[in-house]
T-cell receptor, first 117, second 113 residues
Framework: SQQGEEDPQALSIQEGENATMNCSYK?????LQWYRQNSGRGLVHLIL?????REKHSGRLRVTLDTSKKSSSLLITASRAADTASYFC?????????????????FGKGTKLSVIP | NAGVTQTPKFQVLKTGQSMTLQCAQD?????MSWYRQDPGMGLRLIHY???????DQGEVPNGYNVSRSTTEDFPLRLLSAAPSQTSVYFC????????????FGQGTRLTVV
């Protein structure tokens, strides 16, 4: 079953505005990752936050993680038309093979972001 | 550096036919996975492998078979295609270390009629 659930399902903003997407999940995790998917393309990794981290930045991206609430948020600041895409959170579960990598990700249904020039 | 390569990009099958979706990676990644993406469903894990000769089932394994004879290749076989297997299939690979991301191929769009 889908573990992650993104909110909202769709988001439309003007260029230059900030975009915030939320993700909730159900079970214990090693880390949570955000991916972007342009229409008809594969997924591209954006950022990873470990379960013992609360906030992480990468360029215009800011991710927060609240393990007590089992939730995460992705903030894209100063959005651009090129940010138009679907964004997915994915959880890497704990309790898997030692030295586990991202082979057993559980994805949410995604947020479709449209940035209007 | 090609990354993860999937072939074919598009395929139409008739119900009952079998086929193999190919996936190859050139990054020497230990872990490889197959996902399917349906409209409104996100990605769901079909099968995965943590090394050559080691495979296991994911969330939706029925109707699919995998093997991993080399580190580079991880083919996905549809045994007897059904319309419910119409989907976009993605292969992914990653290093065998916690905290590393997955690299995805460009996908195979499969239609079963």
């Amino acid at each position: 079953s889908q573990q992650g659930e993104e909110d909202p399902q769709a988001l439309s903003i003007q260029e230059g505005e900030n975009a915030t997407m939320n993700c909730s999940y159900k079970t214990s995790i090693n880390n949570l990752q955000w991916y972007r998917q342009n229409s008809g393309r594969g997924l591209v990794h954006l950022i990873l936050i470990r379960s013992n981290e609360r906030e992480k930045h990468s360029g215009r991206l800011r991710v927060t993680l609240d393990t007590s609430k089992k939730s995460s948020s992705l903030l894209i600041t100063a959005s651009r038309a090129a940010d138009t895409a679907s964004y997915f959170c994915a959880t890497d579960p704990s309790g898997t093979y030692s030295g586990a990598g991202s082979y057993q990700l559980t994805f949410g249904k995604g947020t479709k972001l449209s940035v209007i020039p | 550096n090609a990354g993860v390569t999937q072939t074919p990009k598009f395929q139409v099958l008739k119900t009952g036919q079998s086929m193999t979706l190919q996936c190859a990676q050139d990054m020497n990644h230990e872990y490889m996975s197959w996902y399917r993406q349906d409209p409104g469903m996100g990605l769901r894990l079909i099968h995965y492998s943590v090394g050559a000769g080691i495979t296991d089932q994911g969330e939706v394994p029925n109707g699919y078979n995998v093997s991993r004879s080399t580190t580079e290749d991880f083919p996905l076989r549809l045994l007897s295609a059904a319309p419910s297997q119409t989907s976009v299939y993605f292969c992914a690979s990653s290093y065998g270390q916690e905290g590393t991301e997955a690299f995805f191929g460009q996908g195979t769009r499969l239609t079963v009629v």
